[in-house]
Each structure stands twice: as structure tokens, then as C-alpha cells.
């Protein structure tokens, strides 16, 4: 794909190759990549889980969960992940903290944020990136394994 935006973007790289994760790194280093399609591409296939059509509203997978991923960004001194809350499904998020370059793993049920005023819900790692004390970390699962089981 050679076009007047990639050409602008990209330059003299067009014509490199490259291996794949190279250029998913550089993708996302340019916000490029849709991460939440990602995410539920990725739980689906795991899962074996069949994702929804594009016009089936506040779900994503045929098991009635939705698939959120977010990445921290730093701001008001901590590093903060904003996942929206669109959904009154259960929420499979996954969280890429940038500081540490980890993700988590998160279930967080509908009677969990249904109360909250607004659109997002925030879940904060700290000023290092590595504080897991806030209270939607009692919604972390331990691994992208157990999220995928709990899309079921």
C-alpha cells in the first residue's frame, strides 16, 4: 500500500522489510493499530469464542461480554488507563501499561460501574506505572489464559 499518507508517515520505509513485530511496534508507536479490534480478535480466537457482528450494540462476543483495551497514558501525575463503559455486559479489559510495558487483565462485572455517573470508568497504576492498589484491581484476573475462560 503506496499512497500520499503512507509516503508522508513512512517515507524511505516503504520500501524495507520488515518482520512482523517490527512493524506492529511501529504501528503502534503511532497509534496506528486499532486496539480494541485487536483485543477481540485476539479473546475470540483464544476463547473459541465467536465475535458478534459490527451492528450488534454493547456486546462483542456471542457470549454476551464485551472486550474492552486500553493503554495508560500519563496524566495528573500517575499513569491512567480510560476504558469507556458503553455496556451494561460484562467487561473483558485488557490494559497496556506503557511505564512498565506489562499488560493486565481485568473482569469487571455491570453491578461493579453501573452506579458511576459518566461514560468511563479509569483504572490507575500510579506515578511508576506499577501500583496495583486502586479498587478496580479487585476485578484483575492473572492471566490472558483466565480472561479468555471467563469469555465462555
Known amino acids: 500500500m503506496i499512497n500520499d499518507l503512507t509516503k508522508t508517515i513512512f517515507g524511505d520505509n516503504l520500501d524495507k522489510s520488515f518482520k512482523l513485530s517490527d512493524l506492529l511496534t511501529e504501528f503502534d508507536n503511532h497509534n496506528l493499530l486499532n486496539i480494541g479490534e485487536f483485543a477481540e480478535l485476539a479473546i475470540s480466537i ?16 456471542v457470549s454476551g461480554k464485551q472486550i474492552k483495551h486500553a493503554k495508560t497514558y500519563y496524566r495528573r501525575g500517575a499513569w491512567l488507563a480510560t476504558v469507556s463503559r458503553n455496556s451494561n455486559a460484562p467487561m473483558l479489559v485488557v490494559v497496556t501499561e506503557q511505564n512498565t510495558k506489562k499488560q493486565y487483565f ?10 458511576l455517573l459518566g461514560n468511563t470508568i479509569t483504572i490507575g497504576f500510579g506515578y511508576s506505572g506499577a501500583d496495583l492498589s486502586g479498587k478496580w484491581f479487585d476485578y484483575k484476573v492473572d492471566s490472558f489464559d483466565e480472561l479468555c475462560e471467563l469469555a465462555k
Open 46 to 61: 483464544k476463547s473459541g469464542v465467536s465475535r458478534c457482528t459490527k451492528l450488534t450494540e454493547n456486546i462483542d462476543l
Open 106 to 115: 481485568f473482569n469487571i462485572p455491570y453491578s461493579a460501574h453501573r452506579h
